[in-house]
């Protein structure tokens, strides 16, 4: 299969491959399916997008796909859009516009096909069609057996290149794929992203890619291992290809030349030499030697035996090692290193010279505790710079706030300008007063608690940020609900009606429940909510009242109570008081008799007729479902929901099937998180849709409807009584851990107990330079090496020590010296 | 006075009976007198560059505490060095506008106690006024304040001005040569006023003169009196001398001028005054041998014991002086339970170290006193607030940005925050007396049984003193991780796992404020104050709280929270506390594109990965360390 492709590639460096198509066409092609059928050549391949012509004609996806076209190209594959129009119908074109995919042919035979959501981006629509090109070239394995078996089957004839990427698709598994397309035939190719197999072969820090070389071709003795040299760079295409070129490249050289002439291809590369300086006599043990320094700078350093006696130049006498940095004109150093480890380090620490990083390779660094890991203080922080219109909102102080906020309804925003989650709120409030310009009667205004801190300790503000609603002559209300723009949008314009609202005649309660009164407020409120009271119900009428208080701003609620209130309760069945609630998405109204129900009772109704029974699940709506402590049935969905599924789930829920679990669906078009939930769940994104069940509240467990079964109301039922009976094994179990600090404090505590326990007589030989090899011999050496080992935690110590030491030093030398 | 007027203001707050006994007819009858040159050294900062009336507190040294902002002393003052006659008609207006409880006209000349079981503190104290009268009272606030004029006997002494009554018209002086005796801002002050006038002045004192810019305590001399440093470094005839004036006699010679000799050369005889040996007789380049027109006495004020019953036990002999009664760190004396000493006479719980002798501290004293009586007698906790751990940090950063008392009363009150069980909520108590911390259950009536932050503000350890060069090349930190090492004042805070003992707090390190911690947090000084720097300020704090606590104290989008939520069975506080109760932050289109620009999508991918190694656990959360623009804090020294 892949005999076509190795024309494109063998002998083709990337250079050259980016100069031979620069003059290809490069933007998406539009076709008709017919057409597009017309231009595939056998062994060529080919990517095509097929949607519907009435499809938007920008998308998310359609971005990434027309910057995949240039670099497949460059590959040798073509990229089309091919629009299905009516009158020429094709087996390829979906018959949703949801179910739209992308289908990857070489010639006219269809390899591939894939969902549009598995292409989420540049990166992963290249490594995907190169990942399924190259099947032959690249193995992908998940145990360790089967990196032996391949290990042991290449021994004395290739060696391999293994890679682990986090997951497919991501930048590194391109970058990866790209290096296979080149070098696929000469070495075997191998990528895992299991973190297991990583672990079992030893690898430490596993949170990055890794990409290793396997040197196999040289072993054998089958029982022998293969030695391993792992990439040092991060995974990016051009690392790999400096990488590879450096395994290449013979292990140790011998030469006779002056140092500053020799070259190699780690020069070229960016890579220093180190010569080991040997001579006739001690040849045989410095080979030996060299090469052992060889291996362990491979892929760092390009490693030379330079053979004194037969070299003109000279070189100083005790001089054992030389080293040359890749930039040109640096000058040859001259070294007397008496340890191996310390050629190896001295190597290391100089290896910045030039990382050739593409992209942010930020994932290299070690965590800094001055970095920022709190997300919220982070992006406030990079979006310091940014102007908000703040105008938009008063800005009230202490002189202006009891005015303002007598004389109109207002919102207040009590935030603190240091605070990074207050930041971040002020920004959706913004947002609001952006959405509200000119329409509202509520005046948003806001309070800086920076500036402001009394007027904020008066209004019982002590922490940031809070929302108050100050209505006239009224106690104002605090704000509960999210800090997000929609949710308060809806809390302000409920609030516009006064909770409860009176209705006064039978007409107008009518036009209350069918939604024709408050038909704006409608989309706010799905349930509307009316009590209704004989005139003498005063007590039931107080306690309704109040409920509708509390429900201020997150339901409509009117009150009826006119003599004639017996027709609404006969035309509705119901017995007075009694609460209607009318849903307006089905258009029903249920009646609920309430004779002696506290306020709290009546609150609890309303709060739980606003539960609908198969919601989709969204970033907002969560915690309130999560409140009924039940585990989650959650039907993911790519796109809205097949009205088929819903219908099944919601037979389940009539029949009762469902009591004990709260089912729900998730839109990973409305809330993209859930792509992250599945890969926790699954480790890739599965094919969907997909049901699981995930007991959050007792045990973690989660457990997958199996794919290969049809989503009916027998299968599930089946699958519910098998998990009731313990028969299922769950997909993965949640962890339970609480949540710990992310990064450790500096330890002050130690530092000053170390500072103190310091004798001030000390001297420390801070100046002592390696100025005088010779003569400072192996102790001090010694002493370096000890201290570099140790970490950077107890490096910083002895730092603050050492000029502590001086200060004390200073003062006990003063001190003496008075004495005398 | 000042100081009863700060303590009435909280007790008619309250509602309490109580009286304030005034000598005079006016309130604030000591600045009617002193200082005598009539300037205040209390400064009077109008501007502040700031809305926050706590922060400005930090630089009002002159305004008592009020709700009412009128009475701000800077409404009674433009000087940054405000006259003392503002400062009379400022109390004055206190006193009347907040309708203080104040009989004037009464001089207390005798207080005693007399046992009574049925009395708060088993006894009642019993004042009698000048006419006879007698008052009775279940707690007694002391403030007479330090009135007494410090004497030093020595032969001669009796030729000699005391400061509170010396002439203050320079032309009094003209052409005189002057002799002061004493070191304080008193002496200063005096010859501050007649430098232009006299041949010279010679000061003369026991110890060596105290900066208060090195040694950080407001009652050592201040910049603003201090020329006669300069003439006598300059050389201009003035000059400072030391010496025990103990050892000193002054003999009035035949022109009625004073000689200075030792009090060892008068014992040796009886001989008449023009005999008297000199110490110039022997060493003929003694340094006092030229005769004075004049010599003053400016050598401090002592607490006036006399009119307090020996059955009070009153004694004096701080810690540190003989000067100041002996009170425990709640200001209560040591004597009689129920006997509190407040304002300057109570300066023997922070001498030398903070601004408890001066308005600018003991308003805050008072402040703690009354919370302390509060609940000692009415059952009222100390004030506090009640959060979720969520805003812990910010609690924090609130409070040393704009806490007028930590600032003030830097090493003597604190902040304290009572963790409650699991550490998922805690209280926070403003400006406790530190020394008092081990008895903080009594005194405040709160529980600390799950251990606690202490919230202080403080100086380097070895960076004030007397002889200490404040200039000195890298005086200040701007790293981080060097924060410890802190010259000029900054906030720490101490975690204790659990109460400290008293014996603990009474055998504390020398030079801590408190006892040893658990843990221990500086936050690097700041040449603005302002720490409220994201990274160099509260992400550090940040990361001392979450390990004295052991949990996660980050701040998500809702969106992390929902992905925690069904992907952890536990949640971090921040999710706990704000998300699950539907309180979550949403954030903004723009702020989730920066997200997105740190690659979310892999991020959450990367969750996944890490849950599967479990040893990681969830700290891995969707934010591992990325790429930032932010920089790391470098070197921020004051440049200037």
């Known amino acids: 299969m892949s005999s076509s492709f190795n024309i494109y590639r063998v002998g083709i460096s990337f250079v050259m491959m980016c100069i031979f198509y620069k003059s290809a066409v490069d933007s998406l092609s539009e076709l008709s399916p017919q057409k597009y059928f017309s231009t595939l050549q056998p062994g060529k391949a080919s990517l095509a997008y097929f949607c519907q012509a009435d499809s938007p004609r920008t998308s998310i996806f359609l971005e990434e796909l027309n910057e995949a076209v240039k670099p497949l190209q460059d590959f040798g594959i073509s990229v089309a859009k091919v629009n299905c129009v009516k009158e020429e119908t094709s087996r390829y074109c979906g018959k949703e516009k949801d179910l739209m995919k992308v289908y990857l042919f070489r010639g006219n035979i269809l390899l591939r096909e894939f969902p549009t959501d598995t292409l989420f981006d540049v990166n992963a629509i290249i490594a995907h069609v190169l990942f399924a090109l190259l099947f032959n070239e690249v193995k992908y394995i998940t145990t360790l057996e089967d990196l032996q078996n391949i290990e042991n089957s290449l021994k004395g004839k290739a060696n391999i290149a293994f890679s682990y990427v986090r997951a497919i698709g991501t930048p590194e598994h391109r970058a990866v794929m790209e290096a296979a397309f080149v070098y696929g035939t000469t070495y075997q190719f191998v990528l895992t992203t299991e973190i297991a197999l990583l672990e079992s072969i030893g690898t430490e820090a596993i949170e990055n890619a890794h990409f290793y070389f396997f040197h196999c071709k040289q072993v054998l003795d089958l029982t022998q291992q293969c030695r391993r040299t792992l990439m040092p760079q991060p995974l990016a295409t051009l690392n790999i290809h400096r990488f590879i070129k450096t395994m290449e490249a013979p292990l140790l050289t011998e030469v006779a030349e002056d140092p500053q002439q020799v070259s190699t291809v780690h020069l070229q590369l960016g890579l220093p030499l180190v010569f080991i300086v040997s001579q006739q006599a001690t040849h045989e043990a410095d080979r030996r030697t060299a090469e052992w320094v060889a291996w362990r700078l491979l892929g760092k350093a390009g490693v030379l035996l330079l053979l004194r006696d037969s070299l003109e130049v000279d070189i100083p006498q005790h001089a054992n090692v030389v080293f040359r940095r890749a930039e040109e004109g640096a000058p040859v150093e001259f070294l007397v290193l008496h340890d191996t480890e310390l050629i190896i380090s001295r190597v290391e620490g100089n290896t910045h010279i030039e990382e050739m990083q593409e992209d942010e390779d930020e994932d290299l660094q070690s965590p800094d505790m001055d970095i920022q890991d709190d997300e919220v203080a982070e992006t406030v922080y990079r979006h310091r710079k940014t102007q908000l219109p703040l105008e938009l909102t008063v800005e009230l102080t202490e002189e202006t706030f009891n005015a303002t906020v007598v004389a109109s309804d207002s919102i207040v925003l009590f935030y603190a300008g240091w605070q990074a989650v207050s930041m971040a709120f002020l920004q959706s409030y913004i947002d609001l007063a952006i959405k509200l310009k000119g329409t509202s009667t509520m005046l948003l205004t806001r309070v800086n608690c920076a500036d402001w801190s009394d007027l904020c300790t008066k209004q019982n503000v002590t922490e940031f940020p809070v929302v108050k609603m100050y209505k006239e002559g009224k106690h104002p209300v605090s704000y509960a609900g999210m800090l997000g723009t929609e949710d308060l949008l809806k809390f302000i314009l409920l609030n516009r009606i006064s909770c409860p609202v009176n209705i006064t005649s039978v007409q107008e309660a009518e036009e209350y429940l069918s939604g024709e009164l408050y038909k704006d407020l409608i989309p706010y409120s799905s349930v509307s909510v009316l009590g209704l009271f004989s005139p003498n119900m005063t007590t039931a009428k107080e306690d309704f009242t109040k409920a509708g208080n509390y429900l201020r701003g997150c339901v409509i609620t009117g009150i009826y109570s006119e003599e004639d209130v017996l027709i609404l309760s006969n035309k509705y069945g119901a017995t007075l008081p009694a609460l209607l609630l009318a849903r307006h998405k089905e258009g029903k109204v249920e009646s609920i008799p309430f004779a002696n129900f506290r306020v709290q009772d009546i609150v609890q109704i309303v709060t739980n007729a606003l539960l609908e029974t198969f919601p989709e699940i969204t970033v907002e709506n969560l915690p309130i479902y999560l409140r009924l402590q039940k585990p989650l049935l959650i039907l993911f969905s790519d796109g809205s929901i097949n009205p088929q599924y819903t219908k099944t789930i919601l037979t389940l829920v009539k029949e009762k099937h469902l009591d004990s679990l709260t089912p729900c669906w998730l839109n990973l078009k409305n809330t993209p998180a859930g792509r992250g939930i599945l890969q926790t769940y699954f480790n890739a994104l599965p094919p969907l849709p997909l049901i699981v069940v995930v007991n959050l509240h007792s045990g973690g467990q989660v457990f997958a409807f199996p794919s290969e079964q049809a989503i009916t109301e027998q299968n599930l039922l089946l699958w519910l009584k098998k998990l009731e009976a313990g028969l299922e094994n769950p997909i993965t179990i949640l962890p339970a851990q609480e949540w710990k600090p992310p990064l450790p404090a500096y330890d002050f505590l130690s530092m000053m107990d170390a500072a103190a326990s310091q004798h001030p007589t000390r001297k420390e030989p801070e100046c002592t330079k390696e100025t005088n090899m010779q003569k400072n011999d192996k102790k001090q050496h010694e002493d370096k090496s000890t201290i570099r080992k140790e970490p950077v935690e107890t490096l910083r110590i002895k730092h603050w020590n050492r000029s502590n030491w001086f200060k004390e030093g200073d003062k006990s030398f003063r001190h003496d010296n008075k004495e005398l | ?640």
């Not at chain 2, 403030?143 to 009554?165: C, H, I, K, M, R």
């Not at chain 2, 000799?261 to 060493?283: R, V």
């Not at chain 2, 069975?569 to 979550?584: D, V």
Request: glycine content about 8%; proline content about 5%.
């Open chain 2, 1 to 640: 006075m000042s100081l009863l007027a700060a303590m009435a203001y909280f007790l008619q707050r309250a509602g309490r009976d109580y009286a304030v006994f005034e000598r005079a007819p006016r309130p604030g009858s000591f600045f009617t007198r002193y200082p005598r040159h009539r300037k205040l050294i209390s400064i009077n900062k109008r501007h502040t560059g700031k809305a926050n009336a706590e922060f400005n507190l930090r630089h009002d040294w002159n305004s008592l505490l009020s709700h009412d902002p009128r009475l701000l002393f800077r409404h009674y003052s433009s000087a940054y060095f405000p006259d003392a006659g503002d400062m009379v008609r400022y109390l004055d207006d206190f006193a009347d506008r907040l309708g203080l409880h104040v009989l004037y006209n009464t001089t207390i000349a005798h207080v005693t106690l007399n046992k009574d079981r049925q009395a708060w503190n088993g006894h009642y104290f019993i004042l009698t006024d000048q006419m006879g009268h007698a008052h009775r009272c279940s707690v007694l606030l002391v403030a007479t304040g330090l009135s007494v004029p410090n004497q030093v006997d020595f032969p001669g002494s009796e030729y000699t001005e005391g400061y509170e009554s010396v002439s203050v018209d320079p032309k009094d002086f003209e052409g005189q040569n002057v002799l002061i005796l004493g070191r304080g801002n008193s002496a200063f002050e005096t010859a501050e006023n007649i430098l232009g006038v006299t041949n010279f002045i010679h000061m003369l004192s026991r110890s060596r003169v105290r900066l208060s810019w090195a040694t950080h305590y407001v009652g050592d001399l201040r910049a603003i009196n201090n020329g006669l440093l300069d003439t006598y470094q300059l050389k201009s005839l003035d000059g400072l001398l030391e010496s025990d004036l103990t050892d000193l006699a002054i003999v009035k010679d035949r022109e009625g001028k004073f000689r200075v000799t030792l009090k060892f050369f008068l014992e040796e005889g009886n001989q008449s005054a023009d005999a008297i040996t000199l110490p110039q007789d022997d060493n003929d380049n003694f340094a006092m041998r030229v005769a004075y027109d004049r010599v003053i006495r400016c050598l401090g004020w002592n607490f006036d014991f006399s009119i307090f019953d020996k059955s009070l036990r009153l004694s004096s002999g701080g810690e540190f002086s003989k000067k100041y009664p002996l009170v425990k760190a709640s200001y209560e004396s040591k004597g009689s339970r129920g006997l509190f000493v407040l304002g300057t006479a109570s300066h023997s719980v922070d001498y030398r170290k903070s601004a408890g002798g001066f308005i600018h501290g003991f308003r805050y004293t008072a402040r703690a006193v009354h919370r302390l009586l509060e609940h000692r007698h009415h059952g009222v906790a100390w004030p506090s607030t009640e959060h979720p751990v969520s805003q812990l940090t910010s609690s924090i950063i609130r409070r040393i940005n704009e806490a007028s008392g930590l600032y003030q009363m830097f090493g003597v009150l604190a902040d304290v925050v009572l963790l409650k069980e699991n550490a998922t909520a805690f209280e926070y108590l403003e400006e406790l007396p530190v020394q008092m911390l081990a008895q903080l259950e009594t005194i405040t009536g709160r529980r600390a049984r799950h251990g606690l932050f202490v919230i202080i503000m403080e100086y380097g350890r070895n960076f004030s003193g007397p002889d200490k060069d404040v200039f000195f090349h890298d005086r200040s930190v701007g790293h981080t991780e060097d924060a410890w090492q802190s010259n000029f004042l900054h906030p720490v805070i101490y975690y204790y796992r659990h109460l400290p003992t008293e014996q603990e707090v009474r055998f504390r390190p020398a030079d801590w404020a408190l006892p040893r911690p658990t843990a221990i947090h500086h936050i690097v000084e700041d040449f603005l104050t302002d720490w409220t720097a994201p990274v160099g300020h509260i992400l550090p704090l940040r990361r001392f709280l979450e390990n004295c606590l052991d949990t996660d104290l980050r701040s998500f989008y809702a969106e992390s929270c929902f992905l925690f939520a069904l992907t952890h069975q536990k949640l971090p506080p921040f999710c706990q506390q704000g998300y699950l109760r539907t309180q979550g932050l949403v954030g903004t289109e723009s702020l989730r594109r920066h997200g997105a620009e740190r690659r979310f999508p892999q991020d959450y991918a990367t969750v996944g990965r890490r849950r599967e190694d479990g040893a990681q656990g969830p700290e891995g959360g969707p934010l591992a360390p990325g790429p930032l623009l932010l920089q790391p804090h470098d070197s921020n020294k004051e440049e200037l």
